[in-house]
């Protein structure tokens, strides 16, 4: 099956495989790979009310409520380091694995991070290009904690929405958690088109509290906004991109398309980066397939990374190895290497008109990845 999008569509599809019970209590907390880029990053957490429409998953709840995460260049690395989960979403996210029955629930609340909770905020005149992530199915926007810091390292303000009731869990200030609703019968092509409506619509409604925002506006240059999602969260982008006024450019990250057309041509700047099941098929056309004829615009880019699997794109690529779970056959540190590398590259050329070769064709630095 190349539709590798279902595996993120149940949460104890965050981590696979066999081999963790021998993680011990005493066992290292886990740790992501450091960013690269020249600044301090920060995070803040903001809770957000949309009062204009009710949660979709759960008609009891009156309005939409969404935890979002924003990681920025900072002045410098000071306060505490940025929490990775807290002790609830890593108790359920490990309880959701019957492999991980011998870690600690509380583990990844433990997670090394290199952003500082709260830093102040390094500002320019001209306020930063934002990034917007949308991490895939169950899954936490912390998921996306190696790209977001990377990003923010390099002068990109970040935005991590996560997209209630499609998580494993999400907390909300008090203490309070809620767990996943969406989808539980099954991946359908309109579940798919409502998953697409409704992360379009948190999406817009996290944009326009950014830019409504006193706080945020200031350090957000609003005409240089691009979109990069993982897995469900990749194809809402890619659906997103040709139908928002605001963004720019956007990156799917092995999601596969479902509805496996856009509502309109994709003409802006858009590439997709997958594992080798995502690679084109003269035969039984797979979601990429299918959507590739309608990506028009001049600048287009499709790669898959040779060796990678579903979570090899985001912080699962390196803490699964870390609790015990089998690694994939990329090495997680080298895959986040890579998609680090190809995704800020795109974001360079399309937020910041800067050249890069590495995105023209194949690169001896980096053999793992094909062009399409």
């Known amino acids: 099956m190349r539709k590798t999008a279902i595996a993120s569509m149940l949460a104890f599809t965050a981590f696979t495989?066999?081999?963790?019970?021998?993680a011990a209590a005493s066992a290292p907390a886990p740790a992501l790979p450091a960013p690269t880029g020249g600044h301090a990053v920060g995070r803040s957490v903001m809770h957000l009310v949309d009062s204009s429409r009710p949660d979709p998953w759960v008609a009891s709840r009156k309005v939409r409520e969404l935890m979002v995460s924003v990681w920025y260049p900072a002045r410098k690395a000071v306060g505490r380091p940025a929490r990775y989960v807290t002790l609830r979403e890593s108790e359920l996210i490990i309880k959701s694995v019957p492999q991980l029955k011998d870690v600690p629930p509380g583990t990844l609340a433990r997670t090394r991070t290199y952003a500082r909770a709260d830093a102040p905020p390094l500002r320019r005149k001209e306020g930063w290009p934002l990034v917007v992530l949308s991490p895939g199915m169950t899954l936490p926007r912390a998921t996306m904690t190696s790209l977001a810091e990377e990003f923010a390292s390099r002068?990109?303000?970040v935005a991590g929405i996560e997209h209630t009731y499609e998580s494993v869990a999400t907390t909300f200030p008090g203490g309070r958690t809620v767990t996943f609703e969406a989808g539980k019968g099954g991946q359908t092509p309109e579940l798919g088109a409502k998953v697409a409506r409704v992360r379009a619509a948190d999406t817009t409604?996290?944009?326009d509290r950014l830019e409504k925002s006193a706080y945020w506006?200031?350090?957000?240059?609003e005409t240089r906004i691009a979109m990069v999602g993982h897995s469900v969260g990749g194809q809402s982008a890619a659906h997103l991109l040709p139908v928002s006024q605001r963004i720019k450019a956007a990156v799917n990250?092995?999601?596969?398309?479902?509805p496996p057309?856009?509502?309109?041509p994709v003409e802006k700047p858009f590439m997709m980066i997958g594992n080798p099941r995502q690679e084109p098929?003269?035969?039984?056309?797979g979601s990429w397939d299918l959507f590739w004829p309608h990506v028009t615009g001049d600048w287009k880019r499709w790669l898959t990374v040779t060796g990678a699997e579903h979570m090899s794109f985001i912080d699962y690529a390196v803490l699964q190895p870390q609790l015990g779970l089998p690694a994939y056959p990329i090495d997680g540190e080298r895959s986040?290497?890579?998609i680090r590398a190809y995704v800020t590259a795109f974001l360079d050329l399309h937020l910041k008109n800067r050249r890069q070769p590495l995105l023209d064709g194949p690169s001896a630095g980096y053999p793992e990845v094909r062009f399409w």
Do not use: H, Q, W
Request: proline share 3%; hydrophobic share 35%; net charge negative.
């Open 17 to 22: 495989g066999i081999g963790a019970a021998d």
């Open 155 to 157: 002068g990109y303000l």
């Open 205 to 207: 409604f996290v944009l």
């Open 217 to 221: 506006n200031r350090l957000i240059d």
């Open 253 to 258: 990250l092995d999601g596969s398309y479902n």
């Open 261 to 264: 057309t856009p509502a309109k």
């Open 281 to 285: 098929d003269d035969g039984e056309k």
């Open 336 to 338: 986040i290497k890579i």
